[in-house]
């Protein structure tokens, strides 16, 4: 609501030869509260703002107005401009533009035709940036006081930052100051911002609710979250005319769990578009995935105008295990830890997102914050709270606070250095090591940089830097070399088919739980010193281009590639009598994992199969020399991904009664028979790989070789002699090997 300021009046004296013109009014309405800020479009390269007035007078006189500086002598005060015209119920309206400064203004208007008739308002306004940050728990513990238990920094200015929440309660503005820092976190936040664009002046409106989801809050029917609330909250915080500039959103804590389709479900609630440009009319019901779909009574479009609005799209964050780890998507065991499978997922579909041309409401990506502490120590030799930003440390909740305020302005365009990514690789000729770089600056780590001692070698991942993968499982050999990450191999030497990449899973680098935590693996992350205030540096971007880091080593082994039509290759003579072991060995690499199973190595009727499943685990089936089944359907829980190149070991042992899987030289499990069976296989039947002996199940995959022995050995691995059959690549020996049927290789 709008309220009357306080009302000054100049008339001209009346000449002496008769009535003169008798003086107008003007008066101009206040603003709702005093030091209003309004956004200078720092989204679209502006500097200034457009400035909402009011006021009644004389009808038909042309009113003025200005804004008037009152922190620098004046120096910032707008030249007097034609606003309005009064109208014949005596009201007006109209809007000044106003600089970007570091001084307060206040409005200042008068009559075109009478100079000396002027009004000026009590409340000042500032123009700056007006932010809004929408998410849950994560940017919500910003500002709670029950999780603010470290002592907060400085605020250097005491008028630059306020903050605007109640997105759950009642709308209420906080004016941040040393005396008033509202949380710990909030002072560094306000600090950062204050640091980074001295001067400048901040409005920050928390859309958070802890525990709740986007498809909750446009959906009025559900409970978890009030659109209505974002609303109030929305209008409290614009109440005098102002837009949000800036709208950050990094949302991926209960949405995350949509991987792969987390673009095309929340697309339309920023856009009003489907991810194929088709208008989506609200209410709506919004369609997923394979069959996935909510329901949205309404979209961000209600609240925001994309002629001033601009979203910054930031994160994924860091998200930690909560189990020890076989590497950064699979539990020890081998089973997925699905969490954070989906998480690695949905930042790939959040950045595809962004590249949609409807996508123009989008600002460039920003930070995805990994260096910071999460969760706390529980007293009893373990972690919790994982899930979010510690309120026992400032390089918890403050440092995530920081990376926050700096993820706004570096995406808006308003600092002078570039997220840092990997966007440089070098491939050493022998093989001795691969080193990755960033033009953004000299990478380092948290505990470099603070000359803090090395982790100690308690765990074989435990090394200078951490984060990086090798084939899919972690590295354990990294330094930093001459501000570059140089990636040495787990054994041996590097070979063409060899791949590396940072950031996998939920980013963390994590691999034992809760020893990785309370060693506080997080400071050796990546990361890049930008001069940031209250910070060692910002992290390096997770995931890097697959492009930059491939592999340019010169090719070793030939290889040959299988399609779903072939080949495939049978024995043409059964397994010799009285066989009482056969281990298959492959080296391959699967372009994607199949769409329900496909069959790697087989005896015809399901004598001994190993299928890969499409969640990357293995099926085995093994029966003895009768047809009793040793071992039913057995699912093995492996870490197998597409495009990573394993080397596979499978055995059945009769002997011992036990079936064993070795990849990467590692045994992953072993499997003991169910029942003893006659201790042999079946000698009617014939072996035969990627597909079963009729060609179903056909597995399309790269491979190297083939190998199988009618032998075990005691750990699963390859016997050391001469193989009972071997195919390799290229395509054009893998053609012409007698067992071929099918399709050509290529």
């Given at each position: 609501m709008l309220s009357l300021s306080s009302l000054s009046l100049r008339a001209t004296r009346p000449g002496q030869s008769g009535p003169g013109p008798q003086p107008g009014s003007v008066s101009i309405a206040g603003f709702s509260r005093d030091r209003t800020i309004f956004d200078s479009g720092a989204a679209f390269g502006l500097a200034a703002a457009d400035v909402p007035l009011a006021g009644g007078g004389t009808a038909g006189q042309v009113v003025q107005a200005r804004a008037i500086s009152l922190d620098d002598g004046g120096a910032a005060t707008t030249a007097w401009i034609d606003i309005a015209t009064i109208d014949g119920s005596g009201q007006w309206t109209g809007s000044i533009s106003a600089p970007r400064a570091a001084t307060w203004f206040r409005p200042e208007v008068r009559l075109k035709s009478q100079p000396g008739v002027s009004a000026q308002g009590m409340d000042?306004?500032?123009?700056?940036?007006?932010?809004?940050?929408?998410?849950?728990?994560?940017?919500?513990?910003?500002?709670?006081?029950?999780?603010?238990?470290?002592?907060?920094?400085?605020?250097?200015?005491?008028?630059?930052?306020?903050?605007?929440?109640?997105?759950?309660?009642?709308?209420?503005?906080?004016?941040?100051?040393?005396?008033?820092?509202?949380?710990?976190?909030?002072?560094?936040?306000?600090?950062?911002?204050?640091?980074?664009?001295?001067?400048?002046?901040?409005?920050?409106?928390?859309?958070?609710?802890?525990?709740?989801?986007?498809?909750?809050?446009?959906?009025?029917?559900?409970?978890?979250?009030?659109?209505?609330?974002?609303?109030?909250?929305?209008?409290?915080?614009?109440?005098?005319?102002?837009?949000?500039?800036?709208?950050?959103?990094?949302?991926?804590?209960?949405?995350?769990?949509?991987?792969?389709?987390?673009?095309?479900?929340?697309?339309?609630?920023?856009?009003?578009?489907?991810?194929?440009?088709?208008?989506?009319?609200?209410?709506?019901?919004?369609?997923?995935?394979?069959?996935?779909?909510?329901?949205?009574?309404?979209?961000?479009?209600?609240?925001?105008?994309?002629?001033?609005?601009?979203?910054?799209?930031?994160?994924?964050?860091?998200?930690?295990?909560?189990?020890?780890?076989?590497?950064?998507?699979?539990?020890?065991?081998?089973?997925?830890?699905?969490?954070?499978?989906?998480?690695?997922?949905?930042?790939?579909?959040?950045?595809?997102?962004?590249?949609?041309?409807?996508?123009?409401?989008?600002?460039?990506?920003?930070?995805?914050?990994?260096?910071?502490?999460?969760?706390?120590?529980?007293?009893?030799?373990?972690?919790?709270?994982?899930?979010?930003?510690?309120?026992e440390t400032s390089d918890g909740l403050q440092a995530w606070a920081r990376l926050t305020a700096l993820t706004v302005l570096q995406s808006a365009g308003l600092t002078g250095w570039q997220v840092p990514e990997f966007d440089n690789c070098l491939w050493e000729s022998a093989g001795a090591w691969v080193e990755v770089w960033s033009s953004a600056g000299p990478v380092t780590t948290t505990r470099l940089a603070r000359g803090e001692?090395?982790?100690?070698?308690?765990?074989?991942?435990?090394?200078?830097?951490?984060?990086?993968?090798?084939?899919?499982?972690?590295?354990?050999?990294?330094?930093?070399?001459?501000?570059?990450?140089?990636?040495?191999?787990?054994?041996?030497?590097?070979?063409?088919?060899?791949?590396?990449?940072?950031?996998?899973?939920?980013?963390?680098?994590?691999?034992?739980?809760?020893?990785?935590?309370?060693?506080?693996?997080?400071?050796?992350?990546?990361?890049?010193?930008?001069?940031?205030?209250?910070?060692?540096?910002?992290?390096?971007?997770?995931?890097?281009?697959?492009?930059?880091?491939?592999?340019?080593?010169?090719?070793?082994?030939?290889?040959?590639?299988?399609?779903?039509?072939?080949?495939?290759?049978?024995?043409?003579?059964?397994?010799?009598?009285?066989?009482?072991?056969?281990?298959?060995?492959?080296?391959?690499?699967?372009?994607?994992?199949?769409?329900?199973?496909?069959?790697?190595?087989?005896?015809?009727?399901t004598g001994f199969d190993v299928e890969l499943m499409n969640t990357g685990s293995?099926?085995?089936?093994?029966?003895?020399?009768?047809?009793?089944r040793t071992i039913t359907s057995a699912t093995v829980a492996t870490p197998l991904a597409a495009d990573v190149w394993y080397d596979i070991v499978c055995s059945a042992d009769q002997t011992a009664k036990v079936f064993r899987v070795v990849i990467n030289g590692a045994l992953i499990a072993t499997v003991p028979f169910s029942v003893p069976g006659n201790g042999v296989f079946q000698s009617n039947r014939a072996l035969s790989y990627l597909a079963r002996n009729s060609g179903t199940l056909q597995l399309a995959a790269e491979v190297e070789y083939l190998r199988t022995w009618l032998s075990a050995t005691g750990n699963g691995a390859a016997p050391i002699g001469a193989p009972y059959k071997s195919i390799t690549g290229p395509a054009s020996s893998a053609n012409n090997d007698p067992w071929k049927l099918g399709a050509n290789a290529t």
């Open positions: 000042r306004f500032g123009v700056g940036h007006v932010i809004a940050i929408w998410g849950q728990s994560e940017p919500d513990r910003i500002l709670s006081a029950f999780h603010d238990n470290t002592p907060p920094p400085a605020i250097p200015d005491a008028e630059a930052v306020q903050i605007f929440d109640g997105a759950d309660t009642s709308p209420v503005r906080h004016l941040l100051s040393d005396a008033a820092p509202l949380t710990a976190a909030a002072a560094a936040m306000a600090a950062t911002l204050i640091a980074t664009r001295p001067g400048e002046k901040f409005a920050l409106v928390f859309h958070t609710v802890s525990g709740s989801d986007p498809r909750m809050l446009v959906d009025d029917s559900n409970p978890g979250r009030s659109w209505a609330a974002d609303k109030a909250l929305h209008d409290f915080a614009t109440a005098d005319g102002q837009h949000v500039g800036l709208a950050a959103v990094s949302w991926f804590a209960a949405s995350g769990g949509l991987g792969a389709s987390y673009g095309e479900a929340l697309f339309p609630l920023f856009s009003g578009k489907t991810i194929a440009g088709t208008p989506v009319s609200f209410p709506a019901t919004i369609t997923f995935g394979a069959g996935g779909s909510y329901h949205a009574d309404h979209w961000f479009g209600e609240l925001y105008d994309y002629a001033r609005t601009r979203w910054i799209p930031y994160g994924p964050h860091r998200f930690d295990i909560d189990a020890d780890m076989l590497n950064a998507t699979h539990y020890l065991g081998g089973g997925m830890q699905f969490n954070l499978a989906n998480k690695e997922a949905a930042r790939g579909s959040w950045r595809t997102m962004l590249t949609i041309p409807d996508a123009t409401m989008f600002l460039p990506l920003g930070l995805e914050p990994l260096n910071y502490v999460n969760g706390r120590d529980d007293g009893a030799g373990g972690w919790t709270d994982i899930s979010h930003p510690s309120g001692p090395a982790l100690g070698a308690a765990h074989a991942h435990w090394t200078d830097v951490m984060g990086f993968q090798i084939n899919g499982q972690p590295a354990e050999n990294m330094q930093i070399v001459s501000g570059r990450v140089r990636i040495f191999p787990n054994s041996g030497t590097f070979t063409h088919t060899d791949m590396v990449q940072f950031g996998e899973g939920g980013a963390s680098g994590m691999i034992s739980y809760p020893d990785d935590h309370i060693a506080g693996t997080w400071k050796n992350l990546p990361i890049v010193d930008i001069g940031a205030a209250g910070l060692d540096g910002v992290s390096v971007r997770p995931l890097a281009d697959t492009a930059i880091l491939a592999n340019t080593l010169p090719v070793g082994a030939p290889s040959f590639h299988s399609s779903g039509t072939g080949p495939y290759f049978l024995d043409p003579q059964n397994v010799p009598a009285n066989t009482t072991a056969i281990t298959h060995a492959a080296r391959i690499r699967f372009p994607d994992l199949p769409g329900s199973t496909a069959m790697l190595f087989s005896q015809s009727a293995l099926r085995v089936t093994v029966e003895d020399g009768t047809g009793l």
